[in-house]
């Protein structure tokens, strides 16, 4: 036995020595490695400082019962995509010409190219124009085709569609000529269904928990989605597109809290990732049945029909125990932590289940005044308005103009989606190596960089593809941004306003959007892309004013901000030149044996005892 210890103390300095060379070479005691043992020790101590991490621990920290919390977020988020985006796929391009069957009492024999040419006008370039008929009038057939028809005037018994392929709402509803501006009118009720909705619906789940949001998500994306099916007018469409957009963003907001409670560290993070992923995947799936169905209704029932198993939700979805705490109910949060473990397998120590105890301050109190009054607060929540300002805003001014190059509804769904999942998945590793405000940071020079490009891009035919491309990388960009944006947002909020303060940043988004619709088509378009430039470049630059949360516990009460930490948790590799900790204070033999001390600890990660 001693020559075996004697063999593994040979092999620690060994190992550490060779280490502690490769440290040495690189002449700098702020080293890669010196970064990542400070990364690991602001790891320990969040576990340290958050009990409730260290409650999550004992109840398994990525066990199945998360990983099937993970997985529930995974089907409404694909239903949440197909009903956003229905709106895209009923608005088929059709080409109207007025109805002009009161020709056929006098020739019922006409064929449509007949009866075309002897009652519609033409424009200068002999095309039949749309929105124009010949006037009725008391002739027989061969005096009109011998002497023509003269006063002309919009249509008055409607439109035919002679090439239409689909039913649509276009030739549903004939939203054509005066009425074609109904089609953005329809945008913007959705946009504005965001707007109050993220209000609403952060109340609720602040006030409520995260569960009943969830549940009533999901209650209106099943009768608002399966109804839209049935409804016999263009208003009537309004309404329930109106009702399902504050559902998609009540189940954002109430599912992204949900995660961000449940989940610690790197766990958080890949889950919200992954639940956009399948946003992107829910996208692709409406592409898909959208093309092969031949009727906008029948796409509403399919949809509706996908959504009905989302009501076994009610029976298999958690509430938050950290929400739970916040509010004092703390036997709910308790029974709902060992029903955690229960399906682990694990069991959580009775002294530390015993800490889970009413807060030292009553935190049921806090209220959306709140954001004016914390300073910390205030600061989060107005850079991130003016983040997802931007993002919203140029991601509608970048998906307009790719619909004014001509290109497909299909292609400007499912190649931007295959790019964004691949965005997000890029996110993961992006997360890890340089955090969240950096990730955010990044993402918005992205975004700036294709801009820029697409203001001096020409604007010419043989340059279309190029436009394109650089249209859907500034996409790419956008959505590593908000994925970025969803989980930096969360962290940077407290329990109890978390819900509130994604409602506010949602209405800021919703607001982006409306405008980048209401302006697109009222100005020329250099005007819609330099504004990107300018909101990319203002919200960069207010990306730097946010703390770092990576590895950073979750802060329940407003008693508490992110800033707020020990010293040697916040201890980062840029700060470790600043004055509290700088290169001299901290001398390069010192840095070598904490290095040193770090190879050897880990290879002994956990400490075994020995048999008596």
């Known amino acids: 036995m001693a020559g075996e210890e004697n063999v593994k103390e040979e092999l620690r300095s060994q190992d550490a020595s060779s280490n502690l060379n490769q440290h040495e070479a690189a002449g700098h005691p702020h080293s890669w490695s010196l970064e990542m043992l400070l990364h690991r020790l602001r790891a320990d101590h969040t576990k340290q400082d958050d009990k409730f991490a260290n409650l999550l621990d004992a109840v398994g920290e990525f066990g199945t019962f998360q990983q099937r919390l993970v997985a529930l977020t995974f089907i409404p988020s694909i239903m949440s995509a197909f009903f956003m985006?229905?709106?895209?796929?009923?608005?088929?391009?059709?080409?109207?010409?007025?109805?002009?069957?009161?020709?056929?009492?006098?020739?019922?024999?006409?064929?449509?190219?007949?009866?075309?040419?002897?009652?519609?006008?033409?424009?200068?370039?002999?095309?039949?124009?749309?929105?124009?008929?010949?006037?009725?009038?008391?002739?027989?057939?061969?005096?009109?085709?011998?002497?023509?028809?003269?006063?002309?005037?919009?249509?008055?018994?409607?439109?035919?569609?002679?090439?239409?392929?689909?039913?649509?709402?276009?030739?549903?509803?004939?939203?054509?000529?005066?009425?074609?501006?109904?089609?953005?009118?329809?945008?913007?009720?959705?946009?504005?269904?965001?707007?109050?909705?993220?209000?609403?619906?952060?109340?609720?789940?602040?006030?409520?928990?995260?569960?009943?949001?969830?549940?009533?998500?999901?209650?209106?994306?099943?009768?608002?989605?399966?109804?839209?099916?049935?409804?016999?007018?263009?208003?009537?469409?309004?309404?329930?597109?109106?009702?399902?957009?504050?559902?998609?963003?009540?189940?954002?907001?109430?599912?992204?809290?949900?995660?961000?409670?449940?989940?610690?560290?790197?766990?958080?993070?890949?889950?919200?990732?992954?639940?956009?992923?399948?946003?992107?995947?829910?996208?692709?799936?409406?592409?898909?049945?959208?093309?092969?169905?031949?009727?906008?209704?029948?796409?509403?029932?399919?949809?509706?029909?996908?959504?009905?198993?989302?009501?076994?939700?009610?029976?298999?979805?958690?509430?938050?125990?950290?929400?739970?705490?916040?509010?004092?109910?703390?036997?709910?949060?308790?029974?709902?932590?060992?029903?955690?473990?229960?399906?682990?397998?694990?069991?959580?120590?009775?002294?530390?289940?015993?800490?889970?105890?009413?807060?030292?301050?009553?935190?049921?109190?806090?209220?959306?005044?709140?954001?004016?009054?914390?300073?910390?607060?205030?600061?989060?929540?107005?850079?991130?308005?003016?983040?997802?300002?931007?993002?919203?805003?140029?991601?509608?001014?970048?998906?307009?103009?790719?619909?004014?190059?001509?290109?497909?509804?299909?292609?400007?769904?499912?190649?931007?989606?295959?790019?964004?999942?691949?965005?997000?998945?890029?996110?993961?590793?992006?997360?890890?190596?340089i955090g969240r405000k950096w990730s955010l940071a990044a993402t918005l020079l992205q975004t700036i960089v294709w801009c820029l490009l697409l203001l001096f891009l020409p604007e010419a035919t043989g340059r279309k593809s190029m436009t394109i491309l650089v249209l859907t990388l500034g996409e790419f960009s956008l959505a590593a941004t908000v994925t970025v944006f969803f989980l930096y947002t969360a962290e940077l909020l407290p329990t109890v306003l978390r819900a509130t303060g994604l409602g506010l940043v949602f209405l800021a988004s919703a607001t982006g959007a409306i405008l980048s619709l209401t302006i697109i088509n009222q100005t020329p378009s250099f005007l819609p892309i330099f504004l990107c430039c300018v909101l990319a470049i203002v919200a960069f630059s207010l990306s730097f004013l946010l703390p770092e949360t990576r590895d950073r516990p979750l802060f329940d009460s407003l008693d508490h901000s992110p800033r707020m930490r020990n010293k040697v948790k916040d201890m980062t590799p840029e700060d470790t030149s600043s004055d509290d900790m700088s290169s001299d204070d901290m001398s390069e033999e010192a840095a070598k044996n904490v290095i040193l001390n770090a190879q050897i600890l880990r290879l002994v990660p956990y400490p075994v005892s020995k048999p008596a």
């Open 85 to 433: 985006f229905a709106d895209h796929f009923v608005f088929t391009a059709q080409k109207p010409y007025c109805n002009t069957s009161w020709i056929l009492a006098v020739g019922p024999n006409l064929s449509e190219a007949e009866q075309l040419n002897l009652t519609i006008p033409r424009g200068p370039n002999g095309s039949f124009l749309m929105c124009l008929m010949y006037l009725p009038v008391p002739w027989n057939l061969d005096s009109i085709i011998h002497f023509g028809l003269n006063d002309t005037d919009k249509c008055q018994d409607g439109w035919i569609y002679p090439d239409a392929k689909k039913r649509s709402l276009i030739n549903e509803f004939d939203l054509v000529c005066d009425a074609k501006t109904k089609k953005d009118t329809a945008h913007i009720m959705f946009m504005a269904g965001i707007l109050i909705g993220s209000l609403i619906f952060g109340l609720i789940t602040d006030k409520m928990g995260r569960y009943p949001a969830i549940l009533l998500s999901l209650l209106g994306l099943i009768i608002f989605g399966f109804g839209t099916a049935f409804v016999n007018s263009f208003h009537l469409y309004l309404l329930f597109r109106f009702g399902i957009s504050q559902s998609v963003v009540g189940y954002a907001i109430s599912s992204i809290s949900l995660a961000a409670e449940w989940l610690v560290g790197e766990h958080r993070a890949h889950a919200i990732i992954l639940e956009h992923c399948f946003f992107a995947a829910g996208a692709m799936l409406l592409t898909g049945i959208a093309y092969s169905l031949p009727h906008w209704r029948l796409l509403f029932l399919v949809g509706g029909v996908l959504a009905v198993p989302l009501i076994s939700y009610i029976w298999i979805l958690p509430e938050s125990p950290r929400w739970l705490m916040t509010k004092g109910k703390v036997k709910e949060a308790k029974q709902m932590l060992c029903y955690a473990a229960s399906v682990n397998k694990t069991t959580i120590p009775s002294n530390l289940l015993d800490e889970v105890q009413l807060p030292r301050k009553k935190m049921t109190q806090a209220s959306v005044l709140d954001f004016c009054k914390n300073r910390q607060l205030c600061k989060v929540i107005l850079v991130m308005s003016c983040v997802w300002f931007t993002v919203s805003y140029t991601y509608f001014t970048l998906s307009l103009r790719m619909r004014e190059l001509g290109a497909s509804v299909h292609f400007r769904h499912v190649v931007p989606s295959i790019m964004e999942v691949s965005a997000r998945l890029c996110c993961i590793f992006l997360l890890r190596q």
